[in-house]
């Protein structure tokens, strides 16, 4: 069974730096073609892509609200991936869940809080 579980998030300040972790079980990186992904939902928001990365070719790709202040990378032997974000904004301010699109089945995690606040 997939399953997806974040971690890192919390209340930081304008400007500040997270990262995010998302561990992932019941299938091996190395051996797999996926795509892993973060969204991100804000209060009262429709559920956003954040950023997301190949099992291949390790392609990225990214919100435009984000690029180049977030990174999404992997560590294929942990089976986990990061989201470093960095020069946060308070409208950053979201649950921010892992994704994965396994073969065309996706599973979420339940999410992590960030919170960009003075």
């Known amino acids: 069974q997939v399953q997806l579980v974040e971690s890192g998030g919390g209340l930081v300040q304008p400007g500040g730096s997270l990262r995010l972790s998302c561990g992932a079980s019941?299938?091996?990186?190395?051996?797999?073609?996926?795509?892993m992904s973060w969204y991100r939902q804000a209060p009262g928001k429709e559920r956003e892509l954040v950023a997301a990365?190949?099992?291949?070719?390790?392609?990225?790709n990214y919100a435009d609200s984000v690029k180049g202040r977030f990174t999404i990378s992997r560590d294929n032997p942990k089976n986990t991936v990061y989201l470093q974000m960095n020069s946060l904004k308070p409208e950053d301010t979201a649950v921010y869940y892992c994704?994965?699109?396994?073969?065309?089945?996706?599973?979420w995690g339940k999410g992590t809080l960030v919170t960009v606040s003075i």
């Open positions: 019941g299938f091996t990186f190395t051996f797999s073609n996926y795509v």
């Open positions: 994704n994965v699109d396994l073969r065309g089945t996706r599973y």
């Open positions: 990365i190949t099992s291949i070719s390790g392609s990225t």
